[in-house]
């Protein structure tokens, strides 16, 4: 599998229904008590693209970039309509020495305190982002350089000063080989309506 260039279609990704989701065991005992177990460390988030393509025109812009992904080969990045943005009170960044002693990565808070959580973004729009150091706009290039594959920031600017803000795709894949559809009815301006019964999407993991 590889890395798509081409992001989901935009005129498309609005009509996306999204699902953030978490994996919970539960064992309920015969008195009614539960014992409960996060099984992810990571939220997962899930799509269904089928309401977004209404019309002919929907159905082409899907049709290329399902066959250029191969189905559930390849991986690509989903805007989620819903969750694209983040906020400097949101962005955060974490050192991590995996490639080099100045290296940060890029993540999205939600909520606060203890039960805060932390997203790793992973694939950071060029051309939104903004770094902050305490508050100071800072430059790219000069001040920090940012790996837009993997969401990882190098500079010498101290993480607890360090605030980010801009757009992320979701790293995704079709959650289908197949690609179903059909031609409910012919519009007099010639443009087809189009119904597709299912069009799944699963966040990739792996990819971040």
């Known amino acids: 599998m590889s890395w798509l260039d081409t992001p989901f279609p935009s005129q498309l990704a609005f ?5 953030p989701g978490w994996l919970t065991t539960i064992a309920a005992s015969v008195g009614g008590f539960e014992d409960r177990n996060q099984q992810w460390e990571d939220s997962r988030h899930s799509y269904d693209a089928s309401a977004a393509v209404q019309t002919g025109t929907h159905y082409k812009a899907l049709l290329n970039h399902f066959h250029m992904a191969r189905g559930r080969l390849h991986t690509w990045g989903l805007k989620d309509p819903v969750d694209h943005r983040v906020e ?3 962005g955060i960044v974490a050192d991590t020495t995996e490639n080099s002693p100045l290296g940060k990565q890029l993540y999205k808070r939600y909520g606060s305190g203890s039960f805060r959580y932390d997203r790793r973004i992973s694939r950071p729009i060029s051309g939104t982002i903004l770094v902050y150091e305490n508050g100071t706009l800072r430059t790219e290039g000069v001040d920090y350089t940012l790996d ?6 190098f500079s010498a600017m101290a993480v607890a000063t360090v605030t980010w803000s801009g757009q992320f795709y979701t790293p995704c894949r079709y959650d289908t080989d197949d690609l179903p559809a059909a031609v409910i009815q ?4 010639g443009e087809l309506l189009v119904s597709v019964s299912g069009v799944p999407i699963l966040e990739d993991r792996d990819a971040r």
């Open 186 to 189: 012919k519009r007099p301006d």
């Open 88 to 90: 400097a009170s949101q």
């Open 148 to 153: 837009y594959s993997s969401g990882e920031m």
């Open 15 to 19: 009509g996306v229904q999204c699902r």
